[in-house]
């Protein structure tokens, strides 16, 4: 080989080299740029100031159900769970919602609970609820980025659906049963009862009909064989109203719309959504009650 093409073999080694060191290079730099886009989340840091209990109601949309219009199912009902868990709130049957946000982030802490939700249930008288929160991305104070799902017990069970719509309609006289329709081309009554005999449709509501949409629940958990006292038992973990004492979350159960695990370092609201349409004879429509929220790592338990 000449001294020439020896020189220029090793340039061009040398070239090569240096192109496999760059590349090199911009790879493990590129493995250590964060593709989570929740790495940039912002968080409202806790201060003294800060309350343990939920602080705003953001919205109150109820189903039609045996207390909505009265003292536990209007605005007022809705308010009284701020800051504490002493109030009481009805959402009616499937998909009535109520939305609450905290005066700080709460912080998902890995393989532990961070919120508990206080309600009325009892044994054998479960009402679960569905429970979404979110990240005020967007910093603007206003629950308007993406909602996500918290899994629990029932996510992916026979007859659990994301998705599921029910339509209202408004009845005639009304004070009569409300008739609903479902997007799985099902229907029913939500009954009145002797107990309660004021109009069940939201008095709210102005229009004829109006349709609420959420996670449909399992029902499988209701034992209807003896008409006279349906129960309902508890699911193991994930939802509102469903266990005596209360009921404790996870964020790091949190999924998107397609059920696909989410990774959220806080949140700062949350909403609550009735999940099972069901006629309890006459102890009325399955509806979850709220009475109070908190974020764990704040509360004096």
Same mark, same amino acid.
């Given at each position: 080989m000449?001294?020439?093409?020896?020189k220029i073999t090793l340039s061009f080694i040398s070239i090569l080299a240096s192109g496999v060191v760059l590349l090199s290079s911009c790879s493990k730099k590129d493995e250590q740029t964060p593709t989570d886009p929740e790495a940039t989340q912002p968080i409202r840091p806790v201060t003294d100031q800060s309350k343990a209990y939920v602080t705003q109601l953001f919205s109150y949309n109820p189903a039609p159900g045996q207390f909505i219009n009265t003292s536990v199912g209007n605005t007022e009902a809705a308010k009284s769970v701020l800051n504490g868990k002493n109030g009481l709130v009805s959402l009616g049957a499937f998909g009535g919602s109520i939305v609450f946000g905290f005066d700080h982030t709460v912080l998902n802490v890995d393989g532990k609970e961070d919120i508990v939700i206080y309600a009325n249930a009892a044994t054998g008288s479960a009402e679960p609820g569905v429970v979404w929160v979110m990240q005020d991305t967007n910093k603007n104070g206003l629950p308007d980025d993406s909602w996500f799902e918290l899994a629990g017990a029932a996510t992916n069970a026979t007859g659990y659906v994301r998705n599921y719509q029910v339509t209202y309609t408004r009845p005639d006289p009304v004070t009569g049963d409300v008739k609903w329709k479902g997007s799985l081309k099902d229907s029913g009554l939500v009954?009145? %009862?002797?107990?309660?005999?004021?109009?069940?449709? @939201?008095?709210?509501?102005?229009?004829a009909?109006? *349709?609420?949409? !959420?996670?449909?629940?399992?029902?499988?958990?209701?034992?209807? %064989?003896?008409?006279?006292?349906?129960?309902?038992? @508890?699911?193991?973990?994930?939802?509102?109203?469903? *266990?005596?004492? !209360?009921?404790?979350?996870?964020?790091?159960?949190?999924?998107?719309?397609?059920?696909?695990?989410?990774?959220?370092?806080?949140i700062d609201f949350i909403k609550v959504q009735t999940g099972i349409q069901f006629n309890l004879g006459w102890l009325g429509e399955l509806s979850t009650e709220v009475r109070g929220i908190a974020d764990i790592s704040l509360e004096k338990l």
């Open positions: 000449s001294k020439i093409n020896y009954k009145t %009862n002797t107990f309660h005999k004021q109009p069940y449709y @939201p008095e709210s509501i102005t229009a009909s109006y *349709t609420l949409k !959420g996670t449909l629940l399992p029902s499988t958990n209701i034992d209807a %064989n003896n008409p006279s006292f349906i129960t309902s038992a @508890p699911f193991n973990f994930g939802y509102a109203d469903s *266990t005596p004492g !209360g009921d404790k979350v996870d964020i790091g159960n949190a999924i998107d719309d397609k059920g696909n695990k989410v990774k959220l370092n806080g």
